[in-house]
């Protein structure tokens, strides 16, 4: 089950302020059914109640590489090497402060990604080594 949260959106064509569930945390050895989506940076898919108009949200999005032993945090926004630094402190703050965390941290690589095309180069590799398809997702080679 992917990790979702509630945020609020404002519509930027009649500025309606909505609630929309949005994903923010997916494990691909479980949700492989979503790969294409995150791939086409159209996952978190919002409409509008009022005027219907869709809005794709750019939420920074935790992708488990399982079994790959790689956590993956993309944010669009963290384009700055300083910006992408401060993230990965934070997972190390956080994975310190958790006994469990911590065991699994140690073996686990962390990477901040910005770009939607380095996300979608480690997802191909990723069904690469793990399905037969993209199209059989979860169907082990
Ligand atoms: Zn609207």
Redesign the pocket.
Known sequence: MPGTTLIEIK?E??Q?IFEAVIIEHIDLAEDGKMAPQVKSGKLNRAV?P??K?VTYVDRALVVNFEPESLIVLFDPSATTAQAKETLRKEYDTLIHYNEIFEEVGKETEFRVVSELNELRKLIDNYIGNHWLSESEPLLPK
């Open positions: 519509c064509k009649c309606k509008c009022q005027c108009k």
